[in-house]
């Protein structure tokens, strides 16, 4: 009997990590190449924020998204420019989550049960569910032009990770960033030094 147990709960366990894996959803503009991009600095929009906004975001989240992403370009040719230098491409990238209204419709439910000592037979009644709201999470991350400040790819994972800290964070950050770079459109090669662009 126990041994059923644990075979039932390990199977559960393992469906219930089958059921954790992330989905990356990408756009590209196919009139434009990522091949473009040789170098690129990130956009700082997250320092801007209003102080609404800031209050309930974590920078230091934004820091590991900010090093896993310079990780996962930096692995596929694009470095970050050299301090000072101008970069072919913008990366903007963005962390957080909101209140989403339930889609599904308000619905009548109708229940029987015992009425309770002293109340002999049964009764009826009737409840109204209405909408409620979710917590719903997201990374993004997009590419940019940086001369014609045109967008050329975006991507994002549909994932809530605002209320993790410490090594949990790191860890589902580093994850999930890597699900949006296996979706990378091109690989990038970095010019031979002494190479000039064209």
Request: with cysteine.
């Amino acid at each position: 009997m126990l041994k059923t147990v644990v075979i039932t709960i390990a199977s559960g366990g393992l469906l219930g990590l089958a059921g954790c894996a992330l989905h990356a959803r990408t756009d590209a503009d196919p009139r434009v190449s990522v091949a473009a991009c040789h170098t690129f600095n990130f956009a700082d929009a997250g320092m801007h924020r209003p102080e609404a906004a800031a209050a309930f975001g974590n920078p230091l989240n934004e820091k590991r998204l900010r090093e896993a992403i310079a990780a996962n370009l930096s692995s596929r040719g694009l470095p970050i420019a050299a301090e000072g230098a101008t970069a072919d491409c913008t990366v903007g990238y963005a962390i957080g989550s909101r209140l989403a209204p339930d889609p599904g419709a308000p619905r009548v439910s109708w229940g029987i049960g015992w009425g309770g000592w002293g109340h002999h037979g049964l009764g009826g009644s009737a409840a109204w569910s209405g909408p409620y709201d979710y917590s719903e999470g997201r990374v993004t991350v997009d590419l940019y032009d940086a001369h014609s400040h045109e967008a050329l790819w975006h991507a994002y994972v549909d994932e809530d990770v605002t209320r993790l800290t410490g090594a949990d964070a790191e860890q589902r950050i580093k994850a999930v960033v890597t699900a949006i770079f296996e979706k990378f459109p091109a690989a990038v090669t970095v010019p031979a030094a002494g190479a000039t662009k064209s």
